[in-house]
């Protein structure tokens, strides 16, 4: 517990210096290391790490698609992207079809096209206009719920939520989850307000909170499940006491796109 304290203290402030103090360019480099390192982590949970230009493949794509979401690019050099990653892998799949699978080419595609675009919503937030405060929205929606499930599970927690794939969650520290997460919410719209001169919608805020503490339970327990499935406890040991990218990231692969699209819906605040 000392050390996954310690390194909270030392990785979130890092973290926010880079988000909010340095330039958006700085939130892509951020975002595409920890995409590569989310495709090396997938893919080893799934057995394919070994084979190097299927992880080479996914890599390139990881980055391309932090590129696209910093420099906006035009949908189709996307698609082209796209098309070219596809077609690699399925080359490869003909080339040696006895020894690759159609398995391998999905848990490919999953880590090399589908987490990057998803955590590059955190890029695509810190390129939007007032993109700091966006951003950060999506890291309260983020770390709140799992602090508040934990607190009140503690407190209050007897019955199991899930217990086969997360034995320690319980319905009411889900439920002291979510409303944490509103409060939470809440709080920052008002110091959006007051501090930054921001016209909010505090009914917004409790859908973001609502919304956004149930897609943050989701993303943890979809890639726990790949971790049983995968008979592994943590994707990597790169933050001690935290695990890999992908146990500390995982609630953020879906929270952030969600942000992203309740902004461009209903944003809380302009």
């Not at 003909?94 to 090399?112: M, N, P």
């Not at 934990?150 to 007897?158: E, L």
Request: net charge positive; hydrophobic share 60%; glycine share 8%.
């Amino acid at each position: 517990m000392k050390t996954r304290i310690l390194v909270a203290a030392v990785g979130l402030p890092l973290l926010l210096v880079i988000v909010l103090a340095l330039p958006a360019a700085a939130t892509a480099v951020l975002v595409a290391a920890m995409c590569v390192l989310a495709v090396y982590e997938l893919l080893d949970a799934a057995g394919f790490c070994k084979h190097v230009r299927i992880f080479a493949y996914s890599s390139c794509m990881a980055v391309m698609v932090c590129v696209w979401s910093l420099l906006e690019l035009p949908r189709a050099l996307g698609m082209i992207a796209v098309l070219i990653y596809l077609c690699a892998l399925f080359g490869e799949m003909l080339a040696a079809h006895a020894r690759l699978d159609f398995r391998t080419v999905c848990a490919a595609i999953f880590a090399g096209l589908v987490i990057p675009y998803l955590l590059s919503a955190l890029i695509r937030l810190r390129v939007m206009e007032q993109g700091k405060f966006f951003i950060l929205a999506a890291f309260v929606l983020t770390m709140i719920p799992d602090s508040g499930a934990y607190f009140a599970g503690r407190a209050f927690g007897k019955h199991k939520l899930c217990p086969v794939i997360s034995p320690h969650k319980t319905v009411e520290g889900a439920v002291g989850g979510v409303v944490t997460t509103v409060i939470g919410m809440v709080l920052y719209g008002l110091v959006m307000q007051l501090a930054f001169d921001f016209k909010v919608n505090y009914l917004l805020c409790v859908v973001y909170g609502i919304l956004g503490a149930g897609a943050s339970m989701l993303g943890d327990l979809s890639f726990s499940v790949i971790k049983r499935q995968a008979g592994i406890k943590d994707y990597g040991k790169l933050l001690p006491g935290h695990g890999g990218i992908l146990d500390r990231f995982d609630s953020t692969t879906v929270v952030a796109p969600l942000v992203e699209a309740l902004l461009l819906i209903a944003p809380f605040a302009v």
